[in-house]
């Protein structure tokens, strides 16, 4: 099946269930899950690797390759993970976005 390059049609074709390649150059994907919560996955090595000196403890206890936060934490997360040149997917109701 071959997606559409709208927006619109990438929605329609994900509310039917049709799944979307994730993109290979992206190093985190930001998902809503509801209930004012979004879900951060880690994509790339280099995103794990950067997630689990900045967020683990010293204890060891590590995230795993995702995390669910509120939407200011989400948004404080990414501006620092863009800062140093990370690149993020996002999906949202009318689509995918690249920053």
Known sequence: MNATGT?????LLAAA????????DCDFRLDPTGNNEWQI???????????????C???????SNGFKVDILSADQFLKQAHALG???EFVGG???DLF
């Open 86 to 88: 990370f690149r993020t």
């Open 41 to 55: 996955m880690v994509l790339s090595p280099r995103a794990c690797e950067w997630v689990r000196k900045e967020l």
């Open 94 to 96: 009318s689509g995918r």
């Open 57 to 63: 403890t010293p204890f060891g206890q590590c995230l």
């Open 7 to 11: 927006r619109t049609g990438e929605a």
């Open 17 to 24: 269930g049709y799944a979307f390649p994730h993109h290979q």
